[in-house]
């Protein structure tokens, strides 16, 4: 019972993660094109825009932000190979469970963080400082749903590892960690 909760949690969160990393990576090109246009009406025509430098940095902090959780899942981030691939595998998922709980009240302060300063941009109407000045509330949106998702990932992750540590049995068939 207790296991088919978690697999049914980390099956969703995974799943949810995955429809996520790979929507916002089509941003990227969003962000070339943004870019590219910046760089063509300010050097070909002499008429550089005023939204193109902020639209691209807010491009830019989606898709790093939201695909972390992606980057997550697929353990992408970096590892300090040196000593975790020389230790056993339950010493690998004791490294996992201290790590992702570090990572998760990183994420529970950054949440708590986000929402201070999405309410005080509602409240204060809060503006980038450029000449477009656009609104700042969504910015933190992203950054509470971002930190949201990847806490939801890590716990996947951490009920995975704990999961295999107590019982001895993995949660999930290993599967070939290749497909993007």
Same mark, same amino acid.
């Given at each position: ?27 990227? %090109? ?7 246009? @910046? ?8 008429? %550089? ?17 939201l695909?972390?959780?992606?980057? +997550? ?17 339950n ?7 201290l ?31 450029? @000449?477009?000045? %656009? ?17 939801? +990932? ?5 009920? @995975? ?6 019982s001895?049995?993995?949660?999930? @068939? +290993?599967?070939s960690?290749?497909?993007?």
């Amino acid at each position: 019972m207790l296991a088919t909760l978690i697999r049914s949690y980390c099956l969703s969160v995974n799943f949810i993660v995955r429809i996520i990393g790979r929507s916002v990576a089509y941003l990227v %090109p969003v962000l070339a094109l943004v870019v590219a246009f @910046e760089v063509f009406a300010r050097y070909l025509f002499n008429s %550089p825009t005023i939204w193109a430098y902020d639209l691209s940095l807010f491009i830019f902090a989606y898709v790093a932000a939201l695909g972390g959780a992606y980057a +997550q899942q697929k353990q992408a981030h970096i590892n300090v190979d040196i000593l975790y691939l020389k230790v056993s595998a339950n010493t690998r998922r004791v490294f996992n469970l201290l790590t992702y709980a570090l990572a998760l009240y990183f994420m529970w302060v950054l949440i708590d963080i986000s929402t201070d300063k999405l309410l005080e941009a509602i409240k204060f109407n809060y503006r980038r400082q450029s @000449e477009w000045a %656009p609104h700042m509330h969504h910015f933190w949106v992203m950054m509470i749903t971002a930190s949201a998702l990847m806490a939801a +990932q890590l716990l996947a992750q951490w009920l @995975e590892d704990g999961y295999a540590l107590i019982s001895g049995q993995e949660l999930f @068939e +290993q599967e070939s960690n290749d497909e993007y």
